[in-house]
């Protein structure tokens, strides 16, 4: 498993009406907004730059939507898809809260773990348009018998082939 890296830097992003701002933040590109205030603080994706224009938004918003409502599912935290105030949508993961005999380092770590999950699902995520063809091949994988890489006939004179395509010879 690969390393993850990422940072949590303090935003200074106005129109964020929230006494605590962070932002989670890889390679110059903002994913997540931590909003709140010591104990609890709620946990969504970023649907802008920072001011400063150092770090941009996650360019692929529709990709950082579908991997925060799997982090949500896999937390059973019932993720919500919101509506910012220029109308663009974001989702709200999830409250965190430290609790009042959690030590930091404890706090810390669980944060760090599901803010890596976040990102090992972000970088798993396939493209609905590439899905079916992915869907289809590991159906080829399954059905096919031996390693020549041959067309597997399904029925009716429809055979698929080893990328995934489909023909119909009936």
């Known amino acids: ?18 006494p605590e701002s962070y932002i989670v933040v890889r390679e110059q590109t903002g994913f997540l907004r931590i909003l709140g205030d010591d104990p609890q603080w709620e946990l969504m994706t970023a649907t802008a730059s920072e001011d400063h224009g150092r770090i941009k938004v996650c360019p692929n ?3 950082l939507i579908e991997s925060a409502l799997r982090l949500g599912a896999e937390f059973e935290t019932s993720p919500s898809v919101q509506r910012d105030w220029a109308g663009r949508e974001y989702v709200k993961i999830c409250v965190i809260t430290q609790h009042k005999n959690q030590k930091d380092k404890e706090f810390n ?12 699902i972000y970088d798993s995520y396939t493209d609905v348009r590439y899905r079916a063809r992915d869907e289809m091949i590991e159906l ?16 009716d004179g429809v055979w698929l082939g080893s990328d995934g395509s489909l023909f119909d010879r009936g």
């Open 140 to 155: 080829y994988n399954d059905l096919s018998t031996g390693d020549l890489g041959g067309e597997v006939y399904l029925s």
């Open 61 to 63: 918003q529709l990709r």
């Open 1 to 18: 498993m690969e390393d993850i890296t990422f940072e949590i830097l303090q935003s200074k992003k106005t129109g964020l009406n929230s």
């Open 109 to 120: 770590s669980e944060l760090s773990g599901a803010f890596s999950r976040f990102f090992e």
